[in-house]
């Protein structure tokens, strides 16, 4: 069925859209897969850079590997065996092996050691910079302004005045801006006609992001500030 409704040809659509494109051949094969990675990481074209993976459904369970009935519960039964032709134990639900759990006991101590380097460094900066400092604990303690007072320095309009909403929310948007100068503003491609700009704020001090066209990526960015 997939041949007649996912026909498209991934790889040729990214190259298409002028991405980076790369074939893994084998999904279930880790170094091919650490390969693609690591030339996805090493490429420095400017161009984000798609993976296509070709894998198996339901690899590891013989009974319904590579057919429909790997979706859902329909391989549960086959689990304890699917563990043992895998190597693992059968009746360990959430196995970790020894191998793994000393990896990621000596990527902690690496990481702790570069947290300690970063505070060090952080102290030196807050000493330097005592204003932005104070700036930076200030939106990190998100101690905000109530609603409550928030209603109380944003003024009302007469119900006879005809405000376009975009307009009025706009206003709205100083007053927030004025009492909580952290405050954020994004709105995609429609910041010009949404009328979502912070005024009043200094040359090169503007906090503005420019987001892309979809909502993934404006949740993906707002995610990271």
């Known amino acids: 069925m997939a041949s007649y409704t996912q026909s498209e040809n991934h790889i040729q659509r990214f190259v298409a859209l002028g991405w980076n494109t790369i074939m893994v051949r084998n999904g279930h094969d880790f170094h091919e897969l650490d390969a693609a990675l690591q030339q996805a990481k090493s490429t420095r074209n400017g161009k984000p850079t798609f993976i296509m993976v070709k894998t198996v459904i339901g690899k590891g369970i013989p009974q319904v590997e590579g057919t429909t009935a790997a979706h859902g519960e329909a391989g549960v039964s086959f689990q ?19 191998e793994t759990s000393s990896f ?4 902690k101590a690496e990481l702790l050691a570069q947290y300690d380097q970063w505070n060090e460094r952080f102290a030196e900066w807050t000493q330097r910079n005592p204003q932005l400092a104070a700036d930076l604990h200030q939106a ?5 302004p109530s609603i409550q007072d928030l209603f109380h320095q944003i ?7 005809h405000v376009a909403t975009r307009q009025s929310a706009s206003d709205v948007l100083q007053h927030v801006a004025k009492a909580i100068p952290q405050y954020l503003s994004g709105s995609a491609d429609l910041h010009g006609s949404t009328k979502n700009y912070i005024q009043g704020v200094a040359p090169g001090e503007e906090v503005m992001q420019a987001f892309g066209l979809t909502v993934e990526n404006i949740v993906n960015v707002a995610r990271d500030l």
């Open 155 to 161: 003024p009302s309009y007469r119900p006879d005045k």
């Open 140 to 144: 990190r303690s998100r101690h905000y």
């Open 80 to 98: 304890k065996q699917a563990r043992e032709q895998l190597g693992l134990p059968a009746d360990d639900y959430f196995h970790v092996s020894a």
């Open 104 to 107: 990621f006991q000596r990527r």
